[in-house]
Each structure stands twice: as structure tokens, then as C-alpha cells.
T-cell receptor
Framework: GQNIDQPTEMTATEGAIVQINCTYQ??????LFWYQQHAGEAPTFLSY????GLEEKGRFSSFLSRSKGYSYLLLKELQMKDSASYLC?????????????FGGGTRLMVKP | GAGVSQSPSNKVTEKGKDVELRCDPI?????LYWYRQSLGQGLEFLIY????????KSGLPSDRFSAERTGGSVSTLTIQRTQQEDSAVYLC?????????????????FGQGTRLTVV
């Protein structure tokens, strides 16, 4: 099993930068994913980290520290359309395969 | 198909009736996941399939819930004697399974979900 914690809600201003943190406890770590979910829609993939460090993809970056069980998603130059829930998910390798477990999600509200 | 397909998209059922939800994963994806999401909440893990077998059924809320997968492809989630607390969006996702530690991103792709309402 695993515990995945992330803040429930965050608010930020259009054009600003926001960092969404995720902490996890797991054995057999085998990758961490960030997903974006707009209200009423299915989650869509944003980023993947399996080694320590920063992965950058346009306005979005994701960081991982395996020793600390910690990741963050960094959103730059915020736009109104970035208002959504951001889900941290950890893949855990077990004898039976790979489990993919999600945190509760962080609801981000971007204000003008 | 090009993506994960779920049917029906919406289902309204009377309390006590059985319902069956279907998921067609992306062709070739060996891993298949079922999640449940209540309004404004995160994704609650239900069950995971590796091929046709379910290594982890720990997330199923009660014995009224069951799932199967045939031919390493289509999966059905069955809820017997539905209760009002079963009302939620049921999401299915599939992915290639890396079979261990992998640098390769094998993201899970989600279907649009089935919105179940028990009245």
C-alpha cells in the first residue's frame, strides 16, 4: 500500500507561477505521474518522473526526489484555462505487477 | 479504437438493481485499472488487471462489486444490488505495463467514464 498526500486546494493569479507538492510513501517505487483533470472530464497525462531531478515540458515542469518521497508540479505563466484539478499518481511495482495509485488531487483556481 | 472506450456514458438505475459497466482498453495494453470518483473527490482505486488476472482486488468496496477481463482486452465491472452510495463516475484506464522498473513512460490513458446514478 501507499500514502499519497497533496494539498486539497490552491489559488493563484493569472500570469504567476504555482508549485503543487506531492509526498508519498511506498515500497517498490516505479514512477510518478502528474495528471490534469478539468471538471467533468477524464484525467489527461502531464508528466512522468522515475529518476531524481526536473523534467521540463513547456510551461509545466515536474520534479522528483525519491529519497524524500517528494514531487512537485510547477506551472508557469498561469492561464485561466489552467484552472483544474492536478492529480499525483505513483506506480508501485509488486510481485503481481504494477499498481497505479492516485492522490486526492489539488484543485487549482486561477484568478484574473 | 484509438482510445479507451467506456459504455454506457450515463446510467440511471433503481436501488437494488444490478448494473454492468464496460471498458474497451487501447489495443495491446496489458494493464487495466478501474477507479471510482465521487463529485469533487479524488480517484478511488477499485481493481487492477494484468492481462486477464486481477493481482489486486483490495479496492473493491464490498462483495457486491466484481470485475472480469477476457481475452486480455475488454473488462466489465458489475455492481449487484446497487445502493445510493454507489453513485459516482466510474473511470477505466489502460497502459502498457513496463514489467518492472522502467525509464520508459508508460502513462495510463483514461476513458471518459460512466456516470452512475442510483435512485
Amino acid at each position: 500500500g501507499q500514502n499519497i498526500d497533496q494539498p486539497t486546494e490552491m489559488t493563484a493569479t493569472e500570469g504567476a507561477i504555482v508549485q503543487i507538492n506531492c509526498t508519498y510513501q511506498t515500497s517498490g517505487f516505479n514512477g510518478l505521474f502528474w495528471y490534469q483533470q478539468h471538471a467533468g472530464e477524464a484525467p489527461t497525462f502531464l508528466s512522468y518522473n522515475v529518476l531524481d531531478g526536473l523534467e521540463e515540458k513547456g510551461r509545466f515542469s515536474s520534479f522528483l526526489s525519491r529519497s524524500k518521497g517528494y514531487s512537485y508540479l510547477l506551472l508557469k505563466e498561469l492561464q485561466m484555462k489552467d484552472s483544474a484539478s492536478y492529480l499525483c499518481a505513483v506506480r508501485e511495482g509488486t510481485n503481481a505487477g504494477n499498481m497505479l495509485t492516485f492522490g486526492g488531487g489539488t484543485r487549482l483556481m486561477v484568478k484574473p | 479504437g484509438a482510445g479507451v472506450s467506456q459504455s454506457p456514458s450515463n446510467k440511471v438505475t433503481e436501488k437494488g438493481k444490478d448494473v454492468e459497466l464496460r471498458c474497451d482498453p487501447i489495443s495491446g495494453h496489458t494493464a487495466l485499472y478501474w477507479y471510482r470518483q465521487s463529485l469533487g473527490q479524488g480517484l478511488e482505486f477499485l481493481i487492477y488487471f494484468q492481462g486477464n488476472s486481477a493481482p489486486d482486488k483490495s479496492g473493491l468496496p464490498s462483495d457486491r462489486f466484481s470485475a472480469e477481463r477476457t481475452g486480455g482486452s475488454v473488462s466489465t465491472l458489475t455492481i449487484q444490488r446497487t445502493q445510493q452510495e454507489d453513485s459516482a463516475v466510474y473511470l477505466c484506464a489502460s497502459s502498457l505495463d513496463p514489467g518492472g522498473f522502467s525509464l520508459k513512460n508508460t502513462e495510463a490513458f483514461f476513458g471518459q467514464g460512466t456516470r452512475l446514478t442510483v435512485v
